[in-house]
C-alpha cells in the first residue's frame, strides 16, 4: 500500500508497488496512518520537518478505486468521503509537503497532488488529469474548492475541469500547476526530496505553518471540514507567538 519513512528532517510518504495506486478505502485508510505519523514524528522532533509523497511505477495515483464502487452510488459515496478526510489531513499537516508527481495523476489522484503544497513532477511521462468530465461523474464540491484554491489561473482552471485536458509537466509549470520539472522519475524524486530539505531547514514552527496556509485557502479548508478558528482564537494565537 504505502510507506512511510524519516529520513532527517523529511518524512518520505511512498505508495509502493507497479499498480495503478486506485483509492481505495485500505489505500486512502493506509495513507492516513502515515500522514498522522508523520504529524507524531514532527511534534516529536521539534520545527522544522516536511513531507514528501511520491508513487513507484507508471502512476502517482489514478484516482478512486472505481472498478471496487462500480455502479453503485453509495460504494462511490463512500470513498469520496474517505478522500475528503485525506485531503483535510493534508491541508491541515503543520509542514510544508511536496507532492513528487513521477507519473500518471488522474481524477483523485490528481486531488492528491494539489492537495499538497507544491508539485514536481517528471517531463518524459505522465499527466494530471481530471477525468470526471469525460467519464460522466460530477465534480464532488470539495474537489471544486481544491481546484479553485490551487488553480488561479481561469483559463487554466477552466481546461482542467472542463475540458478534461490531460497536462503533461512542461504545460503545467507554464499553467502554474506544476513548480519545477525534471526528466525521470528518479530525478523528480530526489530533486523532491532536496526541495524538502531545504524547506525543512526553514525551521518553521509547524502551527504557525499550517495555520498560515489554512487561512490561504479558506474555501478548500472549509470544504474538507476543517474548523476555521474564530477571530478571537485567531488573535489569541497571533498573541501567544509574540
Not at 453503485?72 to 475528503?84: D, I, K, T
Not at 483535510?88 to 508527481?101: E, I, R
Not at 509547524?206 to 478548500?220: H, L, Q
Request: proline share 3%; glycine share 10%; with cysteine.
Amino acid at each position: 500500500m504505502c510507506t512511510l519513512e524519516q529520513r532527517g528532517r523529511v518524512f518520505v510518504l511512498t505508495l509502493t508497488g507497479d499498480g495503478e495506486h486506485r483509492l481505495g478505502h485500505a489505500l486512502i485508510s493506509s495513507l492516513r496512518s502515515a500522514v498522522a505519523s508523520a504529524a507524531e514524528g514532527a511534534a516529536k522532533a521539534g520545527p522544522g520537518c516536511a513531507l514528501v509523497t511520491v508513487g513507484e511505477g507508471r502512476f502517482f495515483s489514478n484516482g478512486l478505486d472505481i472498478g471496487w464502487a462500480g455502479t453503485s452510488r453509495a460504494r462511490l459515496g463512500e470513498l469520496v468521503a474517505a478522500l475528503r478526510l485525506l485531503a483535510a489531513d493534508l491541508l491541515a499537516l503543520p509542514m510544508p509537503t511536496v507532492a513528487a508527481v513521477t507519473g500518471h495523476a488522474s481524477a483523485g489522484g490528481c486531488l492528491l497532488a494539489l492537495c499538497h503544497d507544491y508539485r514536481i513532477m517528471r517531463g518524459d511521462r505522465g499527466v494530471l488529469y481530471m477525468s470526471e468530465v469525460d467519464i460522466g461523474l460530477p465534480l464532488p464540491p470539495y474537489f471544486v474548492a481544491v481546484l479553485r484554491a490551487k488553480i488561479t489561473s481561469a483559463n487554466a482552471l477552466r481546461d482542467v475541469a472542463l475540458r478534461g485536458k490531460k497536462v503533461r509537466a512542461a504545460e503545467g509549470k507554464e499553467m502554474g500547476i506544476v513548480d519545477a520539472v525534471y526528466p525521470s522519475a528518479d530525478e523528480t524524486a530526489a530533486e523532491a526530496f532536496k526541495f524538502a530539505e531545504q524547506l525543512a531547514a526553514r525551521k518553521w514552527d509547524g502551527g504557525v505553518y499550517a495555520s498560515i496556509r489554512m487561512s490561504m485557502y479558506p474555501e478548500a479548508c472549509r470544504s474538507v471540514g476543517i474548523v476555521e478558528e474564530s477571530d478571537e482564537e485567531k488573535r489569541k494565537h497571533f498573541a501567544s507567538k509574540l
